[in-house]
């Protein structure tokens, strides 16, 4: 059982945290008894969950690698969430130590934390701003002082934008991050569905996350996921389950999913990268 740590000024560890649950489906520290709990209570209807954690963080860092290979130097992790072991910062940073990593997240938590990043060799800041705000991430002074709009960057929004509702509208979200992007620049999404499993499955997982969180996801289709990347050129395998996007063969598998490419299996979240053309 881990022994919960003082929570920072400000954070309120009485409500399960989103960024917190995914830290401890990951393995990690920084979450406290109720986002266990909670984490718990899906993992007991859903024990793929940690596996599906893992394999959303195995295509983030198979996404960005590849990117960086493509020349890309800048990169905007928006809803990065807490810090985990090979952060986004150190995938691209091993292909390039000059590349620049802007980490964006709405919590005080994952601040606090993610500044610790700054002691890292390579550049690397964490910036406190709110992804439904786009307009202030793209002004925001330590934004505009890092990053170059006018060269390609690389914009991540891994499993952040089912935080958003459909009234906070992430495609306008999404179109206006989209206008500031470089030709040659890309966007990597992953986003919660409930294609992947039955209706009274997800409607389960979905009651207890309402019920628990301060902040529920919303499930979308693989048209509505797709419809995210509008402008831009997806590019291949698609909009697709996260562990059939591009899987190595090297990587650890989990027996959930079988061998890479199998595609009968039930799956959680949708995965795509798109490029702007130019």
């Known amino acids: 059982m881990n022994a919960d740590r003082p929570a920072p000024r400000g ?3 009485t409500v ?9 489906w990951l ?14 209570q899906i993992v007991d209807l859903v024990p793929m969950t940690p596996a599906s954690a893992r394999a959303n963080r195995a295509f983030l860092h198979r996404a ?17 969430g807490l810090p985990t072991a090979d952060n986004t910062h150190s995938v691209v940073q091993r292909i390039d130590p000059n590349n620049c990593v802007i980490y964006v997240d709405y919590d005080p938590l994952v601040i606090v934390h993610a500044r610790a990043l700054l002691a890292v060799d390579g550049p690397t800041i964490a910036v406190q701003a709110d992804i439904r705000n786009p307009q202030a991430i793209l002004a925001h002074p330590e934004v505009t002082e890092t990053i170059d709009f006018t060269q390609p960057v690389c914009v991540l929004a891994v499993a952040v934008l089912h935080f958003l509702t459909d009234d906070e509208n992430p495609y306008a ?3 206006r991050l989209g206008e500031a992007m ?35 996801p919303t499930y979308r289709t ?12 997806v590019l291949d395998p698609g909009v697709v389950p996260v562990h059939l996007w591009r899987p190595e063969a090297d990587e650890e598998q989990h027996p959930q999913w079988g061998k890479p490419g199998d595609e009968d299996e039930p799956f959680w ?3 795509g990268v798109a490029r702007k053309p130019n």
Do not use: C
């Not at 960086?68 to 990065?80: N, P, S």
């Not at 693989?222 to 050129?233: I, M, P, S, T």
């Open 27 to 40: 393995g990690g520290k920084d979450n406290f008894g109720v986002d266990r709990e909670l984490g718990q």
């Open 11 to 13: 954070v309120d560890t």
């Open 64 to 80: 960005a690698g590849m990117i960086a290979t493509e020349g890309v130097h800048q990169f905007l992790d928006l809803g990065a």
């Open 182 to 216: 470089a030709p040659g620049s890309y966007l990597v999404v992953s986003h919660i569905t409930a294609d992947g499993t039955s209706q009274a499955e997800a409607d389960q997982v979905m009651a207890i996350m309402r019920k628990g969180m301060a902040d529920p």
């Open 269 to 271: 979240m949708y995965a």
């Open 222 to 233: 693989h048209a509505e996921v797709l419809r995210l990347f509008d402008g831009f050129e």
């Open 173 to 175: 979200i999404v179109a």
């Open 16 to 24: 399960a945290h989103s960024a917190r649950i995914y830290d401890w």
